[in-house]
């Protein structure tokens, strides 16, 4: 069975430096968009950032210029690195993909487990 698992999460200071990685697992065909989503306690989950299997990116306006997101595709991997947080950053941060896992077959939608990162001096 096909799985996401994050690593990376944790504490960091204001003006510091994170970087987020998840990983899929299991047998896979190909991989289509990956994105990043939040959640912060009372709030619903939004959308961080997207980068197709072609490497085009998009982000959310509260983070765009501050956070990247990449990918390795020999890997099936996914990153977000993050530049200068913000407290406002702190949330739970979920990785997704689009996977096909035979030819054919029409992608399905997977989670990652989410990882905590809390923005504090």
């Known amino acids: 069975q096909v799985q996401l698992v994050e690593s990376g999460g944790g504490l960091v200071q204001p003006g510091g430096s994170l970087r987020l990685s998840c990983a899929a697992s299991g047998m896979i065909f190909s991989i289509n968009v990956m994105r990043w989503y939040r959640q912060a306690p009372g709030k619903e989950r939004e959308l961080v950032a997207s980068?197709?299997?072609?490497?085009?990116?998009n982000y959310a306006d509260s983070v765009k210029g501050r956070f990247t997101i990449s990918r390795d595709n020999a890997k099936n991997a996914v990153y977000l690195q993050m530049n200068s947080p913000r407290p406002e950053d702190t949330a739970v941060y979920y990785c997704?993909?689009?996977?096909?896992?035979?030819?054919?077959?029409?992608?399905?939608?997977?989670w990652g487990q989410g990882t905590q990162v809390t923005v504090s001096s």
């Open positions: 997704y993909a689009e996977i096909r896992l035979t030819p054919h077959v029409v992608e399905r939608n997977y």
């Open positions: 980068i197709t299997s072609g490497g085009s990116t």
